[in-house]
């Protein structure tokens, strides 16, 4: 197990690197250079200012050079400054993370339960109504966009088109202070649009492991339906849902892009979205390293867990 840490941990620290290092020159392209000096300046610079402004701010020195420096100084701590905000780098990444954070826990919270329950029920009786009842729900939710099911969201149960108006509460003073009225809409988006996709692949291992020969055998021996559920198939089908839902981690962390702008609140998302209108290279850079991070932390959690969650699974060291 030793082994197989420190070879995925090298792989990741590669892979790292390699991302990194691309965003980092998509960033600094000519256009988005000279783009940045005139926002930083004046937008009525001639080229030849505009040239001037980046050799003195030190643009001009090889690619390599600079991202090695900028590597150097993101491992010591040092984010530089935001060029929006006119902050810290560290601290804006810090302050909308923690937002984002809240919101990804309680759409994990809703989300998983919801989405093992169905894909439990609808592979337990494979082919029947139930199945594809179920299944249906599970492909509808995954098909439907979160800008749409948002707005749709929005209009039944928060504007006065429809009447109901029982989440009135606005997503932006969730930031401030989470409440029922505040924070279920973009939740129930997010959970909706997600658990597709672990219902589908929870129902697919159920569905397997009802067919497998112990359970044949239990309800030979005349073990209750129930019992062979709850105590044989009900722990292995569980297993590969368990890449499923590790994978949720990042999908949320740039999936909240899209949810964040709708609903007004101004997490990772919403800060990913300025940084990239605003032209801002050092945010930009943060924003690309965490997400980056968190896929690959997350593939190496799911890896080693799966190993563990099932032991026919054996890691040459």
Same mark, same amino acid.
């Given at each position: 197990m030793l082994g197989f840490f420190l070879r995925r941990f090298g792989v990741m620290v590669l892979t790292a690197m390699c991302l990194t290092l691309i965003v980092f020159s998509l960033v600094n392209l000519q256009p988005n250079l000279e783009k940045l000096a005139k926002e930083q300046n004046n937008m009525r610079m001639t080229d030849q200012q505009v =040239?001037? %402004?980046?050799?003195?701010?030190?643009?001009?020195?090889?690619?390599? =050079?600079? /991202?090695?420096?900028?590597a150097g100084n993101f491992v010591t701590g040092d984010l530089g400054d935001s060029t929006r905000f006119r902050k810290p780098v560290s601290e804006i990444v810090g302050e909308r993370l923690y937002l984002t954070g809240k919101l990804m826990f309680w759409v994990m919270v809703v989300m998983v339960p919801s989405a093992l329950l169905v894909g439990v029920l609808a592979g337990m009786r494979e082919g029947s109504f139930q199945d594809r009842s179920l299944s249906t729900f599970a492909i509808a939710t995954t098909a439907t966009p979160e800008y749409v099911s948002g707005v749709v969201f929005t209009v039944i149960f928060s504007s006065k088109l429809v009447g109901l108006q029982w989440f009135s509460g606005s997503a932006s003073k969730a930031m401030d202070g989470i409440t029922f009225y505040n924070f279920t809409l973009p939740v129930m !988006?997010?959970?909706?649009?997600?658990?597709? /996709?672990?219902?589908?692949? *929870?129902?697919?291992?159920?569905?397997?492991?009802? *067919?497998?020969? /112990? @359970?044949? =055998?239990?309800?030979?021996?005349?073990?209750?339906?129930?019992?062979?559920?709850?105590?044989?198939?009900?722990? #292995?089908a569980l297993i590969a849902p368990f890449t499923v839902i590790m994978l949720q981690f990042p999908w949320l962390l !740039?999936?909240?892009? &899209?949810?964040? #702008?709708?609903?007004?609140?101004?997490?990772?998302? %919403?800060?990913?979205? $300025?940084?990239?209108?605003?032209?801002?290279? $050092?945010?930009?850079?943060?924003?690309?390293?965490?997400?980056?991070?968190?896929?690959? @932390? =997350?593939?190496?959690?799911?890896? &080693?867990? /799966?190993?563990?969650? #099932?032991?026919?699974?054996?890691?040459?060291s």
């Open positions: =040239t001037i %402004w980046l050799q003195e701010e030190g643009f001009d020195r090889p690619l390599l =050079t600079r /991202y090695a420096e900028w !988006t997010m959970a909706i649009y997600g658990m597709g /996709y672990i219902a589908r692949m *929870t129902r697919a291992s159920m569905a397997e492991v009802m *067919t497998a020969q /112990y @359970i044949r =055998t239990a309800r030979l021996k005349g073990v209750s339906f129930r019992s062979i559920v709850v105590k044989h198939a009900l722990r #292995n !740039t999936g909240v892009v &899209i949810v964040e #702008n709708l609903f007004n609140y101004k997490g990772f998302g %919403w800060l990913l979205v $300025e940084a990239a209108g605003n032209n801002d290279i $050092e945010l930009l850079l943060s924003c690309s390293v965490v997400a980056v991070a968190v896929v690959l @932390i =997350t593939q190496l959690i799911s890896d &080693i867990g /799966y190993v563990y969650l #099932n032991p026919r699974i054996r890691v040459k």
